[in-house]
């Protein structure tokens, strides 16, 4: 059974960072491209930064260019996002899954950033 469990979020001020973490458990991560997404309240799901598989080439929405860092560690079948410098704007709901999106949704984890 495919499990998504993130975790690490929290509340934090604006300039603050945080590191997210997503243990994968029923599939292994190597063979594919994962990414992190967050739901803001009363908006869509969006992709935020995806990992590749075979090259580890990343990618980047414009809003968290340069602040946030995906990583992954595929003994632990685990995917990391640093967030840096955040803004009151990062607030959502943080979720991985492959991209695009393959599996059910996890819990997620909250990120609130505000002062």
């Known amino acids: 059974q495919v499990q998504l469990v993130e975790s690490g979020g929290g509340l934090v001020q604006p300039g603050g960072s945080l590191r997210l973490s997503c243990k994968a458990s029923?599939?292994?991560?190597?063979?594919?491209?994962i990414g992190w997404f967050r739901q803001a309240p009363g908006k869509a799901r969006e992709g935020v930064s995806c990992?590749?598989?075979?090259?580890?080439?990343?990618y980047y929405a414009d809003s968290v260019k340069g602040r946030f860092t995906i990583s992954r560690d595929n003994a632990k079948n685990t995917v990391y996002l640093q967030m840096n410098s955040l803004k009151p704007e990062d607030t959502a709901v943080y979720y991985c899954n492959t991209w695009p999106p393959r599996w059910s949704w996890g819990q997620g984890t909250q990120v609130t950033v505000s002062s």
């Open positions: 029923g599939f292994t991560l190597d063979y594919y491209v």
């Open positions: 990992i590749s598989s075979i090259d580890g080439s990343t």
